[in-house]
DNA sequence: GGTGTTTTTACAAAGTTTTTACAAGTTGGC
DNA sequence: GCCAACTTGTAAAAACTTTGTAAAAACACC
């Protein structure tokens, strides 16, 4: 152990969809192959290996930008912009503001029809 | 180490009907899920961590606001109003008035239809 | 120098909190 | 029980803070 894996792929992340391999920089929605350049990588990088957590200004602006917490810019917003903007219409399920600490992706989630009391077994007995 | 702790995973309170995470700022009534503010996740947490107490209001402004006991304000009060609009019809069950001193939290309990004296054992013996 | 990327700037828009002004409720003395 | 004093509830506006956005400027790499 301890070798560099040469030839493997590992896929980062995959959802219904958009998957993620952070290794090849490569990121595919709907079947779609979208290009981000480095810093929106690193970015959604860094979400999508926190999902379902929200990750606050500072960190995001530490890790990504190696910021600290004096530095007040947009660069930020700017980036998170862009990257809405390449995730298409699922945007906004996949990152959310969490207003005043920061932000959080979500691993796509359908949408359901039915109640689940809807869904329940017809005629199981006799 | 040296890296920066990115969410930690509390599963903060949980009844019948209402599940707290404020960790995640998480908040779930009845499998549907509620948002709530900064201000207000501050709050109900303050509430809800000493829940069957009785808090006064000097201690909630205090504690929440950093109020001494010279403010007067009515911004307590707004927020237990939003917080009540949020927990829908339990509100009044899980947030009391105590008239003159402050709030209290309650966990949720069940209405009890039967009298403990109409539950007794139906033909116990023969 | 040209192309693509990142950051800043300067507002706009959205969201949150506090104040205000008054209504409604509660309590204790009579 | 009724009244006066006080406390809490409520809606709406104002004040404030944070985030979104477009465009320009700065940067970096070949």
Redesign the interface.
Known sequence: MGTLPIGNHIPSYRDEHLSIDFDQQLAILDAERITLTRKEYDLLALLVQ?A?????R??LL??VWGYGAEIRTRTLDVHVRRLRKKLGGYADQYIET????GYRFQPYHAPRFFQSTLVKPIALGA
Chains 1, 2 share one sequence.
Request: aromatic content about 8%.
């Open positions: 926190h379902g957590e929200i990750i606050p500072d960190a530490m890790r969490i207003f005043g600490i």
